[in-house]
């Protein structure tokens, strides 16, 4: 049985999911041009398709930690996951905000900044 943190972790992802799977042009997703973002995106050869497949595939046991507040004051929550990919684990940081809009802040290795 699911506890009620994982129950919300799972409805929050369910969100997430939805609203990365309806993107078109980024109008519910946008991965936030950071230079360790693209940086890993370069090392793996991933193009932005390959990075909501990432998110597409997380699970409750990719959780890492939050909801939490932006640090920079925008609104919404900040969700932060480290699945697998490729033999290598994430960290990938979104925020969720209004449950219209997924940010993607962050996705890299895991300790590599």
Known sequence: MESIQQQIIRQKLTIIKQLVAKDKNGDCFVLANREKNRN?????????????????????????????IDEAGFEGEIWIFTPNFQNIQLYIKIRLANNILVICISIHEYGVY
Do not use: A, Q, R
Request: no cysteine.
């Open 40 to 68: 890993f995106m370069l090392k793996y050869g991933l193009l932005i398709e390959d990075i909501k497949n990432i998110i597409l595939n997380l699970e409750v046991s990719d959780y890492y930690k939050g909801p939490e």
